[in-house]
Structures are given as C-alpha cells and as structure tokens.
C-alpha cells in the first residue's frame, strides 16, 4: 500500500483548500459555515477552466502549474487579501474574509473520512480491468492526456482523431497527477476516491447549512446528508431480506410477481446473504442501469457521470447561495449567477449530461427566493412599475424574469466551452435523437419505490408537515385520483413524481419562508419525471439505458442532499411537540412516545437504507486479492502475464506520434464487412491501446456512437486488410494511418489466423510471452 502517496494528496488538497478558501468564502457569504466544505470544487474550477482553453494551444504539466494554478492563488489573492494592508507592505486577509473555524473542522474532517474511505475501497480492488464497467475508457482517456501536449487529446480507439467524449473529470484528475508527481496508474485510483470525498464534503457542507438556515443544529443534516449521498442505497437489499422474513407460502407469489416486473429471477430475490453480489441492486428497472454512488465507486470507474457529481452540488450551493441573498445585494446575485455560468462551461466537459440540471436548480433557487430576479436587470424601476401589484402580472415577471437570467448564463456557459462542443461534439457521424417512452417503456410503480422509495417517503412526510394536517388531506384526495388515473395509463411515475413537483411549487411560492431543501426535492422529481416522458435513443443504448443510468445519479445527489435537513426537521420537530397538552394523557408519557417516534424514523430510514452498504463492503473487503495496492495496472501481472511486460514496452517507447496496429473490437467476419457484433468489456479488445492511451486505429465499439457506423466499420475492414490483405493494400493503409507499430499478440492471432510478417517493411521490436512487436520500416514500404 502506498501510504506516502496517499499522505502526498492530502497534502496537496490542503494546499488547494487553503489558497481557495477566500473564494469559497465570498461565494458563499450569506450561508452558514460561508461554503467551508465546497472549497476544493472551487479551486478546482478555478484551476481546470483556465488549462481547458489555453489547453487548444499547449497542454502539459508547465502549463497546469503555471496557468492553473496561477490563476488560484492571483484570484484568491485579489479577493481574499487586505489591499490597504498590501500598500503598508502587510499581508493579512480582508475585512469581508470570515472564516468559520469550526465548520472547516467539520468539513476537513468529513473529507479526510470519505477519501480515506474511498482509498481503502480502491486499494482492495484497483484493476481498471475491462469488464463491469468502461474503466478501459477512463483510463484510456487519463492516459491519452497524459501523452497530449495539445487538446483535445487524441482518441487512443479512432488514430488521427481527437477524442469525441466529455474528458473534463480526466483532466482534473491528470491535473491533480501532475500536481502531486503521480503516474496515471496509481492517479487513477487516487483521483477517484479524491471525487468521493469533494462529493461526500460537499453533500455534508450544503446539508448542514440548509438545516442552519432553518434554525436546526445542523450537525445532524450535515451528517444524514454526507450519509444519504455517499453511502445509503436503494431498498432493494433490505426489501430482499425482509421478504424472507415472510412465512415461504407468501414469499414465493410476491417473489414471482417481483420477478415478473423486474430484472431479476425469483432465486436471486430470495437468495441469503450467503448469495449476496454488490452488482443487482443497480439494475432494477429493465433495460436500465439506476447507479447511486456507493454502488459506482465500488464498482470503480472513473466516469463522467461520477465526475460530475461534486460539480453539481457545487451549483445547487450557488443556487442557495442566490436564494438567501437579499434583493438589494443586486451585485452579489449577479456574481453568483456569473459564477454559475463559469461552472457550468466547465460541467459540460465534465458531465455534459448533467449540465442543464446545474441550471435548472439555479432556475428553481432563483425563481423561489424571496429576490425578484428581474430587478438584475438595467432599468428595474421601470420594470417595477409595469409590474406594479398585480399578483399574476408579479408572477409572470417572475418567472420570465428567471427564464432570462437563466438563459443568458447558460449561453454563457456554452461560450465557455464552445471549444469542445465545436470539436468534440459537432459532427462525427453518429445519430441521437429525442424520443418520447410508449407505456411498455415506462417503469412500473414496485420499481420505482424500490430504487426511489426512501425518498419518496421522507418528503411525503416533509410535505405533510409543512402543508399541516388539513391542508394534506385534500391533497392526498387528489393524489388518490391521480393514482387511478396513473395505473389506468400505466404511468406510476405520475402519482410517484408529479406531486413533489406541484405540491412543492405551491408550498415555496405560498410560503413567506420557502425552504430549499423543498426546492431540491422538485428539481430531484423533475428529473426522475422527465425520464419517464422522454430518452435520448442512442448507440449507448438499449433504449432509454444510458438516459436513465446518467440522470438518475442527479437525483440520487440532490434527493441525497436533501435527506439531512429533511429529516433533522422531521426529528426536531417530534420532539418539540411534545409540549403540546393533551386532556387526560399523560404528558410524560406523551413525551416520550414522540421523542421515541422522531428518532424511530431516522433510524428507519438509515437503517433500511444501510444493508446494502454493510454487506458490500464486507464482501468487497473479503473477496480474494493478490496484494493491496493502489496501482491501477498491476493486475495486468497478476492475469495477463503474457502480455504484461509488451504493454509495458509500449507505454514506455511510443512518444505522442505513435500509432499502434491491434485488432479491432469487433468479432471477426471472414468476409471482412461490417460486422456489427461487438467485443467491448473483455481483456482481449484493445488493452494495448486502453492501458497506455497509445491510439490505435481502429478500437471499442463504442466509436459507433462517436463517430457513426460507417467511419468506425470502414476502419475495421481497413484493419482486416492490414493484418491479412494483400501486401499492396496492407502498405496502402499502414501510410494511410501513420502506422508505426504493428501488434501481434492473443487477439490478433485469435482473429486472423496466421499473420504474414515475413515482409521487407516489418522488423520485430519486442517479444515477450505471447506477443511480438514489429516496427514499420517507412522506407521498405512498396
């Protein structure tokens, strides 16, 4: 284990927390604790945007220092010093910089937690092996930036050709390689339990200050917070567990009915813990995959949709932030909305999926908080007056007003990365289209309240005691029909998701007090909402697959979030009624009872959303290992013995111009056309490529769905004709592609056969184990 590495992060994080903490600070001034916990994805920010856009001109770890982290501390110098005390030659921080001790504590002691935590997950298993995941891409990717001096970098699947995917996440975590002087293979696993621990500490931070803003302790949301998003899963384990506790007569129908609307057979619903693999409880709706991040940081992948995550949170703090600034602090709001639009530049390399949820959150906190947002404009006397007292006319304004702002940073932000949606994005061939779920689609109602259901009952309770008895019970009438209305349309999400939205719209604008947490939980149904209308069909696919697996770890996020405050509220509160009198009853007794009942359900909700997390870990933890490290390929030792030490060559002689020929992932067709079954998440497609980020010609499958079918399938049959064409065509296309290596190895032979290298213009390298490496002799070629 590479403790001395692990201590080298945390020191270059506190580095980070510390030169952005001023930032961080006047961001967020109006909440409480001033934003201490979400400094590092400011500074994280603040240092990759820069790099990003000097980046098209030069990459590389100068320019990372130098441009990136120049940028931090001249930002953090030019907002957090004291400028009268500059020009007396003293150096101390500005008046408006208040730093709250006591939350930095808290939230450097969350973070150090959950890294920590996630390290020691990743150090039990560190392989970016290829199966159960797409670790050969963000690796591939990681790698790839490594070797780029310029960006975007090269695609290591598509030679000759920048990458056509969101890399941002992977540059911040080669960023941070850089920063430290760490090789990708152990980066990739620190960088990932780094991303737990911005997530985590940003979820305790944005908890914790929602339940201060409301006069609650906030330790306690924080803590639920920190805990819903980081460890609580769906209740599909504990549903499990508490179905075998039913007598065997009953558990087999319901175990059948289950399994009738769902992925799973009946034995893998009634299996024991003896059975128990971390992988089910992600696949719960069919034909989708419903991730929530305990799940996705076991499993390992340095994803764009796990990436996004700290980044999003960041947004929803900002939106906060917004909605607690008064309406005369116009300067403020408008410096937080600028900030947004910054953010959200960067979040479209990161997570282009969960790019626009960062702005409809700010839509939410903007056009729910007490400020109008239309007096951000020149001219709001004006405005005012055409407004006037008109409630409708003042609503209208309202929301026109925030669809403008909106609008305006969100244009913006496409500016901002208006690089990578011009070269990354545009074009390439390959189709998506938007379309709308048939009923057969849709997800029935036990799928749903399996992946959703903790949730959905922890608000309903919030919404009944903010709404009060009387006023929840025509409510509930009107759920009821709605609920007909859903099993007649085969629309459970309907009465599952629609009320939060309503209901909550109506709680924040009738409120002279709106909450935002409640603001959290509409954005969370909208989402959970839309994916049920429409998907995005594309090559990532079946169906609405990958439209489902991105958006819902939003929801899980922002639901995540607000469960702390949520339920802090919901335990507070029990016991603050205990002063309510009650003829003839005990008061005593009374009072206990609802102590008991307010801590009855937190401990409900944690619990039953803990199994899954103790018997994962605990497998994870048991489960076989060679030896516990960090290093992202060493299993290529321990498995692959034979190609190990050829890989390994590789990655050590090709420089940023060298093109490596290996078969393409693909299964071979004797006929050499398009042959459209895949080889993808298996050792044998492309590891060469993957593991080093030297670009191939033709690699993964997935390029169909980055470049199009016709261009990834011509250079498949390009390829088919280098290995076994005749010798003409084969010279051809090695010149065509810049061709300098050519592999021969396990996949290659598995492929074609014997391959004719007893040519002029191929000389071997290397040979080790199964492989042999030929070099291309440009001037032998005919």
């Known amino acids: 284990m590479e403790y001395a590495l692990v201590a080298r992060w945390l020191a270059v994080f506190a580095v980070l927390w510390a030169v952005g903490l001023p930032l961080s600070n006047r961001l967020f001034a109006r909440l409480p604790g001033r934003g201490a916990g979400l400094t590092l994805p400011v500074s994280l920010v603040v240092v990759t945007l820069p790099v990003y856009l000097v980046g098209h001109l030069a990459f590389g770890p100068a320019i990372a220092v130098g441009v990136g982290v120049g940028t931090l501390v001249a930002l953090s110098a030019l907002v957090g010093l004291d400028r009268d005390a500059l020009r007396d030659g003293t150096v101390r921080l500005a008046p408006e910089i208040d730093i709250d001790r006591r939350a930095l504590t808290q939230a450097a002691t969350v973070f150090a937690i959950a890294f920590l935590f996630a390290v020691a997950l990743r150090a039990l298993d560190p392989a970016v092996h290829a199966g159960g995941g797409e670790k050969f891409l963000d690796f591939g990717l990681l790698k790839s930036l490594a070797r780029s001096s310029t960006l975007p970098p090269e695609d290591m699947w598509f030679a000759g050709e920048p990458v056509r995917y969101y890399y941002g996440g992977h540059l911040v975590s080669i960023l941070l390689a850089w920063l430290t002087g760490t090789d990708p293979a152990f980066a990739y696993n620190l960088a990932l339990a780094g991303f737990f621990g911005f997530l985590v500490t940003g979820a305790f931070e944005l908890g914790r200050s929602i339940s201060l803003s409301r006069g609650l302790d906030g330790r306690l949301g924080g803590i639920l917070a920190a805990f819903f998003v980081g460890f609580a899963s769906n209740l599909v384990t504990a549903g499990r567990f508490a179905l075998r506790i039913l007598p065997e007569e009953v558990q087999r129908p319901i175990a059948q009915a289950i399994a009738d609307r769902s992925r799973y057979t009946v034995s893998q619903i009634l299996a024991g813990t003896s059975d128990f693999s971390y992988w089910t409880a992600s696949r719960v709706i069919p034909e989708t995959i419903n991730e929530f991040p305990l799940f996705a940081w076991l499993n390992g992948d340095l994803h764009a949709h796990m990436m996004g995550t700290p980044f999003l949170l960041l947004g929803a703090a900002l ?114 289209t938007i379309e709308i779920l048939t009923p057969a689609q849709r997800s029935g109602v036990g799928a749903l309240l399996l992946v959703h259901g903790a949730f959905i009952a922890a608000f309903a309770l919030h919404y009944v005691r903010n709404l009060g008895v009387r006023e929840a019970l025509p409510v509930g009438a009107g759920v009821l029909v709605l609920a007909v209305v859903a099993a007649m349309h085969s629309f459970a999400a309907l009465v599952l998701f629609v009320p939060f939205v309503l209901v909550g719209w109506v709680l924040l604008r009738a409120s002279d007090d709106p909450q935002f947490a409640t603001v959290l939980v509409v954005a969370g149904a909208g989402l959970a909402m839309l994916v049920e209308i429409v998907f995005v069909n594309e090559q990532a696919g079946p169906g609405r697959m990958n439209t489902v697996f991105k958006t819902y770890m939003q929801v899980w996020v922002l639901w995540g979030v607000a469960m702390g405050p949520v339920l802090e509220g919901l335990f507070r509160e029990a016991a603050a009624a205990s002063d309510l009198s009650v003829p003839k009853v005990d008061l005593s007794i009374r009072r206990e009872a609802i102590r008991a009942m307010g801590v009855g359900v937190v401990i409900l909700f944690v619990a039953s959303t803990s199994v899954y997390g103790g018997l994962a870990v605990s497998e994870h933890a048991s489960s076989p290992r060679e030896e516990v490290t960090l290093d992202a390929t060493a299993f290529t030792e321990w498995r692959h013995s034979q190609e190990a030490a050829a890989i390994t060559w590789l990655d050590e002689t090709a420089d940023e111009e060298t093109v490596v020929l290996t078969a393409p992932g693909t299964k071979w067709s004797e006929a050499v056309t398009d042959d459209r079954e895949h080889v993808m998440y298996a050792w044998r497609a492309n590891p060469e490529s993957s593991l080093t980020g030297v670009p191939t010609v033709a690699g993964w499958a997935h390029e169909v769905g980055y470049r199009g079918p016709e261009a990834y399938y011509e250079r498949v049959r390009h390829v088919d004709t280098m290995y076994v064409g005749e010798e003409s065509a084969r010279a051809q296309f090695i010149q065509r592609y810049d061709v300098q290596y050519v592999w021969v190895g396990p996949g290659e032979r598995a492929r074609y056969g014997d391959i004719d290298t007893d040519v002029p213009w191929l000389t071997p390298v290397h040979r080790s184990g199964s492989v042999v490496v030929y070099e291309v002799e440009k001037s032998e070629l005919p």
């Open 319 to 432: 939106a906060f932030a917004y909605f607690r600034t008064p309406e005369d602090a116009i300067s403020e709001r408008r410096h937080l909305v600028g900030a947004t639009a910054v953010l959200g530049g960067l979040q479209v390399v990161v997570d282009t999926w969960s790019f626009p949820s960062i702005f409809g959150v700010l839509f939410l906190g903007m056009v729910f908080a007490p400020a109008r947002p239309w007096t951000l404009f020149p001219g709001r006397d004006r405005l005012a007056e055409l407004v006037g007292d008109d409630p409708v006319r003042s609503e209208g304004a309202r929301v026109l007003g925030t669809t403008a702002v909106v609008g305006l940073a969100g244009v913006a932000a496409v500016a901002i990365a208006s690089p990578f949606l011009l070269g990354s994005v545009a074009g390439g061939g390959s189709t998506r």
